[in-house]
């Protein structure tokens, strides 16, 4: 089985190649892209894979955008932190619909539909109960993202609520929660995890080493190649700045 993957953060692309290893081992991944130009152009000129892997959110725009632009025949599996985007992934060959972070069972689970859905495609659920079926696997409209932190201060452990926190940076394996009057904290998550914790439409991943609360983005400024540089306040104690990929996305988080 040929897979291609489709993720703009590092670390979860690598996290997705090791659950696929443990969960289809016969798995040949044919290719990491990170961005919806790429991955249109390799699916112009490339076999189809047998199945996609995807996150929705990539470095340009959303995956869904390659499916408006190509006529795509293989089945894809959508891995995301949010959970906005269902109709429009069950318009396209979706098998199922991940929620970061991804856990072993679920992939397995997912793969096992593939593979079900493959034998007996006669049997496969019509557009109405798959669209059923999809829904009923995702959390509800009133989900409800993470409202504190139990933060360490010293020798004590104190309640901090989201609405406190700036942002989030991930240095050495290390992540470092800023709170608006400039307080720092560690705490026991990865940008990966929190992702799939904090409202979307009050956090937004700037780049592989910030999470951004939106009071907290003061001015953007145009830098070279297409990135942004972006003023944090607090200041953080280096330059944040947004790949040219990823700039409109931020652009338009900002606008709401």
């Known amino acids: 089985m040929t897979v291609l993957l489709l993720e703009d953060e590092y670390p979860a ?5 090791r659950l696929l290893q443990q969960a289809a081992p016969e798995a040949q991944v044919a290719a990491v892209l990170d961005s919806v130009a790429s991955a249109v152009q390799w699916l112009s000129t490339h076999p189809a894979p047998d199945l996609i892997l995807s996150d929705i959110q990539l470095a340009d725009g959303l995956s869904l955008e390659i499916f408006d632009q190509l006529l795509v025949r293989s089945p894809v599996i959508f891995t995301t932190a949010y959970d906005a985007y269902a109709i429009r992934a ?7 619909y991940l929620l970061k972070p ?11 539909k593939l ?23 995702l959390p509800r409209p009133d ?3 993470k409202t504190r932190f139990l933060v360490r201060s010293g020798e004590q452990l104190l309640p901090l609520a989201v609405s406190q926190v700036a942002w989030f940076q991930s240095r050495h394996e290390t992540t ?17 995890q929190l992702e799939s914790l904090l409202d979307p439409a009050q ?8 999470i951004a609360q939106l009071p907290a983005v003061q001015r953007l400024h145009p830098h070279f190649n297409g990135k942004l540089l972006l003023e944090l306040q607090p200041a953080p104690s280096e330059e944040v700045l947004v790949s040219r990929e990823k700039a409109a996305a931020v652009k338009s988080w900002l606008e709401g």
């Open 102 to 112: 991804v856990k072993l069972a679920e992939l397995q689970a997912a793969l096992t």
């Open 143 to 145: 989900r409800q993202y």
């Open 90 to 96: 069950f318009k396209t060959n979706s098998v199922d």
């Open 203 to 210: 956090f937004f991943r700037l780049n592989r080493q910030f």
């Open 176 to 192: 470092t929660l800023a709170t608006a009057d400039n307080r720092r904290f560690v705490v026991d998550y990865t940008l990966e």
């Open 13 to 17: 692309a690598e996290r997705l190649q």
């Open 115 to 137: 593979r079900e859905w493959r034998a007996a495609p006669a049997a496969s659920p019509d557009s109405a109960r798959r669209l059923e079926r999809l829904l009923d696997a």
